[in-house]
Nanobody, 119 residues
Framework: VQLVESGGGSVQAGGSLRLSCGAS????????VGWLRQAPGKEREGVAA???????SYTDSVKGRFTVSRDNANNTVYLQMSSLKPEDTAMYYC???????????????WGQGTQVTVS
């Protein structure tokens, strides 16, 4: 069982980044894969999620700016982030849950995280 994030980095406000999450086949198939973030001193929050049927969910603060998608041929989920703001700065994690949710309590498998810094 493995989730591996990539694509984080530093960007100026207004810029864009694309995060990738590669998942092992044993958890990818029927799972919802979500992106969650945690800033220093703050609780972990769900940002976006997509289930195996392509149903998406976003937290209000990123609607219209972030897009989650999945490439089932390659067991990969992406988070395209645009119009980034300093408040988007956080460690971003991809994780798997049995259904589409933004609640971090529902996620059973987690990656190691990738840092996004917006200045």
């Amino acid at each position: 069982v493995q989730l591996v994030e990539s694509g984080g980095g530093s960007v100026q406000a207004g810029g864009s980044l694309r995060l990738s999450c590669g998942a092992s086949g044993s958890i990818y198939g029927d799972a919802c894969v979500g992106w969650l973030r945690q800033a220093p001193g703050k609780e972990r929050e769900g940002v976006a999620a997509i289930d195996s049927d392509g149903i998406e969910s976003y937290t209000d603060s990123v609607k219209g700016r972030f897009t989650v998608s999945r490439d089932n041929a390659n067991n990969t989920v992406y988070l395209q982030m645009s119009s980034l703001k300093p408040e988007d700065t956080a460690m971003y994690y991809c994780a798997a849950a049995p259904f589409v949710t933004l609640s971090h309590y529902e996620y059973n498998y987690w990656g190691q995280g990738t840092q996004v810094t917006v200045s």
